[in-house]
């Protein structure tokens, strides 16, 4: 699993990274750090374009569908005799071995569904090796107050390890206006093993105003690598802003996932819809104050990704007009599905 990148140059890095693990011999093309293909492109994360070679779009779909991309495809081109298998590829994969163990820290999660926040590194002469996570609990994005992930995990591109012999990662609050935070600072657990790369995880309550600003969270650790032959101290900062990040994929669930950015287990269909359907009427009962429309901060943390999708005039909130788009996308999408037995 990559951690978010901080830089274009980590970007390309894991481009280069996804290349040698998947055995690809394609072209490949690179967002922005600021993502703004994705944004443009509408914010999906499975979406798939056929684009001709004059650049117009001919075909478009929000979630991949690799039979129907091969319909479409003999529609343009025509059909082909004998189609290419993934069989007949033969991709040479390389499976990039871990710098030490894993599974020995236990893993820490929000008693609630919780959502990624805006995390900017500042500027550090030492690569960051040691990607903060900030993850916020649906009432603390709410209300203000609640429940705070923070996450420090070991960016898999620099093939680093924590040293265990060494002193644990310790983090502090610093520059805070208008938020109040319990605890401030921590440290790491201590471990049997001499070293590891399991990411070291903080749950702490917040007390905000609504406009409070940024944070700073500053950490100290041990990067080491047996590859390249160092074990250096690193210090770094960090600035958290108590604001959804659109960009930070989904946040880890109580009782487990693949962790922070990653697909946590869960019955949605792959089109984005749930099992029971998408209801016009079910979605605008959290309009509170009745005003017609449903904000962000009246939505439950798992729909907040919808908003994203749907507020196509971006005043932050989904009015019923909009969510009946949304719903019209879910009927075209419902043929498509195999049906149950």
């Known amino acids: 699993m990559f951690v978010p990148p901080f830089t274009l140059k980590e970007r390309l890095l894991h481009v280069q990274e996804a290349k040698k693990t998947l055995g690809a011999t394609v072209p490949w093309l690179c967002d922005t750090i600021n993502n703004?293909?994705?944004?443009?492109?509408?914010?999906r994360p499975n979406s798939e374009f056929v684009i001709d070679p004059e650049g117009k779009i001919v075909v478009m779909r929000d979630w991949s569908n690799p039979s129907t991309l091969r319909s479409d495809l003999e529609k343009i081109v025509g059909a082909v005799d004998n189609p290419t298998q993934v069989s007949d590829l033969?991709?040479?994969?390389?499976?990039?071995?871990?710098?030490?163990?894993?599974?020995?820290?236990?893993?820490?999660?929000?008693?609630?569904p919780g959502q990624p926040l805006l995390v900017e590194a500042q500027a550090s002469k030492t690569p960051h090796y040691v990607k903060l996570r900030a993850e916020a609990d649906s009432e603390l994005l709410r209300s203000g107050k609640g429940k705070l992930y923070l996450g420090f995990h070991l960016d898999p591109i620099y093939h680093v390890?924590?040293?265990n012999l060494a002193k644990p990662l310790e983090w502090e609050v610093t520059s805070v206006d208008a938020v109040a935070i319990t605890p401030t600072k921590g440290t790491g657990p201590t471990v049997e093993i001499e070293s590891d790369i399991d990411p070291r995880e903080f749950i702490v309550d917040v007390d905000?105003?609504?406009?409070?600003?940024?944070?700073?969270v500053?950490?100290?650790?041990?990067?080491c690598s047996d590859e390249q032959g160092f074990?250096?101290?690193?210090?770094?900062?960090?600035?958290v802003t108590l604001k959804q990040d659109r960009d930070g994929g989904q946040a880890r669930r109580s009782g487990g996932g693949r962790g922070p950015g990653g697909r946590?287990?869960?019955?949605?269909?792959?089109?984005?819809?749930?099992?029971?359907?998408?209801?016009?009427?079910?979605?605008?009962?959290?309009?509170?104050?009745?005003?017609?429309?449903?904000?962000?901060?009246?939505?439950?943390g798992s729909l907040t990704r919808m908003l994203d999708r749907a507020d196509s005039?971006?005043?932050d909130a989904i009015d019923e007009k909009e969510a009946e788009v949304v719903a019209a996308r879910f009927r075209q999408r419902l043929p498509r599905q195999r049906p149950t037995r």
């Open 36 to 43: 703004d293909l994705k944004h443009a492109l509408g914010d």
């Open 90 to 112: 033969n991709l040479k994969i390389e499976t990039t071995p871990k710098p030490a163990a894993s599974g020995v820290v236990k893993r820490v999660s929000l008693p609630n």
């Open 161 to 163: 390890h924590w040293n």
């Open 208 to 216: 905000s105003d609504r406009d409070a600003g940024p944070f700073d």
């Open 218 to 223: 500053t950490v100290k650790y041990f990067a």
């Open 231 to 239: 074990c250096i101290p690193v210090m770094q900062t960090y600035s």
């Open 264 to 300: 946590p287990p869960s019955r949605r269909r792959p089109d984005g819809g749930s099992p029971g359907g998408f209801s016009v009427a079910r979605l605008m009962s959290h309009d509170r104050n009745k005003d017609g429309k449903v904000s962000r901060d009246e939505l439950p």
């Open 313 to 315: 005039n971006n005043d």
